[in-house]
């Protein structure tokens, strides 16, 4: 062992358990000090100081440090703690690691372009002052070159993907980091240090805690453990957000409050015990990491169709339609009811995720790529690979792209999904006294059926802003090039 110190960065992994650099480091060097940095290069460019995923990364940092403290004194080790930091990342880091003495900064690895060439830079400047840098492998299961086919090649469908990612994912993958082995390796926090506030950070208290989104590595466990009971129903419960179905853990996955691979050892000793939920579960893990696959591999996709050629489809410049769709009032309840639930909560559950993207690029014909800028905007579980590769699927430009001919029918997506109207009743309350046959579609309500309901169109609820059957018939006019 290195009698040196270290500097762990942590980013998206605000937890210190099952943390793949943190339990390098402490391996590795006799003192660890970790840092966490409030980035300007991304916070200055945020359309609003009222944004939830501040607060959220805001509160679990301030656990993060507590906890921090905790394994340390648990190891013996008296004024441990997590080093804060507001500024450009690049900048904060190099000083940082100049004025602690370090030898070397480990991170755990990103991989989207933006956090690549910033790492880079870190790397290089680190370099200059003989400061080593290395990164790991934490946030996702398998990563990069890890999972290719028999010629070596990433793979474009995610279905032999996944058999290939199953039968990698073996023990010695999922097993957790033991970082307290060696927490008495963390350094005694600086003096002076102190926790900025969110204020200081110049943002704004939301209303993360109205809606029930617990923070930090607590609760991301409590949520977990509310779930598991849950878990063998996942298959069948998953798809109809008026049910409590799924995990609501993607914003802790998001942020690395909870670990990836804790999640996938209790999905796989569920799914190896023939429990259908969990095997379900498990898939949908593997569709993140393919995400990320992608996106490392394939970085145009940020800008471009996965699919070169569909880079030729003429989306329409529709303004009017654009605006309807993100205020929620198209005239197609579930669709209004989703875009409601995200301006309200931050949230979207993943089909209404899929109908709302395929209602705009498949019924409104406008890019995919503004509606996956809007979810970039509004999401507090936005991550690039994951949106990116949901919006592509869904307007069938992406990798294993839902074939272009099959278009999401916003009607019966609702009859089946939400048959008794009750999420759309939750978010689009003026539609409360519609009955359950008709609250799917109420344009198709006779004017007395209206009227016994209390519903005027165009004052009470909007007209549909578009005929279904007429813009699937543009769609695949649009797709045939």
């Known amino acids: 062992m290195s009698s040196y110190s270290a500097l762990v960065w942590i980013r998206r992994d605000l937890r210190c358990d099952d943390h793949a650099a943190l339990y390098e480091a402490l391996r590795r060097f006799e003192h660890v000090h970790c840092a966490f940095v409030f980035d300007t290069d991304i916070l200055d460019v945020l359309p609003s100081k009222q944004d939830r995923r501040v607060e959220f990364i805001h509160g679990s940092v301030l656990q993060l440090h507590e906890n921090l403290q905790k394994l340390a004194e648990r ?3 008296l004024g441990g703690g997590l080093i804060v930091r507001h500024g450009s990342a690049v900048e904060c880091i190099v000083q940082l690691a100049q004025s602690l003495g370090v030898v070397e900064v480990l991170t755990n690895r990103d991989y ?23 990164d790991y492998k934490d946030q996702v299961l398998l990563d990069r070159n890890e999972v290719l086919t028999q010629k070596g090649q990433p793979y474009n469908v995610f279905t032999p993907y996944k058999r290939a990612w199953l039968q990698k994912m073996d023990a010695f993958q999922l097993k957790a980091y033991p970082v307290e082995k060696y927490a008495h390796h963390l350094a005694i926090l600086p003096k002076s240090e102190v926790l900025p506030t969110l204020e200081d950070l110049g943002f704004v208290r939301t209303n993360l805690q109205s809606i029930d989104l617990p923070v930090g590595m607590l609760g991301a466990q409590d949520l977990l453990k509310n779930f598991l009971p849950r878990l063998h129903a996942y298959k069948d419960a998953r798809d109809y957000p008026a049910r409590k179905g799924v995990s609501y853990l993607s914003v802790h996955l998001r942020f690395g409050t909870v670990s990836i691979r804790q999640l996938a050892r209790l999905a796989q000793k569920q799914a190896l015990e023939g429990d259908e939920g969990a095997q379900t579960w498990l898939s949908e893990l593997a569709w993140r990491d393919f995400y990320f696959m992608i996106l490392w591999h394939y970085p145009h996709v940020v800008t471009h169709s996965f699919r070169p050629a569909y880079d030729d489809i003429q989306w329409d410049d529709a303004p009017d339609l654009w605006q309807a769709w993100c205020e929620g009032r198209t005239g197609y309840p579930l669709v209004d009811a989703a875009m409601r639930q995200l301006h309200q909560t931050g949230y979207m559950h993943n089909r209404l995720r899929m109908i709302v993207a395929s209602f705009l690029t498949k019924d409104l014909g406008i890019d995919w790529r503004k509606g996956e800028q809007y979810f970039a905007a509004h999401l507090n579980d936005y991550d690039l690979a994951a949106n990116n590769g949901g919006w592509q699927w869904s307007a069938s430009t992406g990798c294993d792209a839902q074939p272009w001919f099959r278009i999401f029918n916003p009607i019966t997506q609702s009859q089946r999904f939400d048959p008794d109207g009750k999420f759309i009743r939750r978010y689009v309350p003026e539609l409360t006294k519609v009955c359950n046959k008709h609250i799917h579609f109420p344009a198709g309500m006779t004017s007395f059926e209206l009227q016994d309901c209390g519903v005027q169109l165009g004052r009470d609820y909007p ?6 059957a007429v813009a699937r018939q543009r769609t695949l006019m649009r797709f045939n090039l």
């Open 75 to 77: 190891a013996g080790v």
């Open 112 to 134: 989207e372009p933006q956090a690549i060439a910033r790492d880079q830079r870190v790397k290089n400047a680190l370099q200059q002052q003989g400061i080593a840098f290395s």
């Open 463 to 468: 007209h549909p802003i578009v005929d279904h």
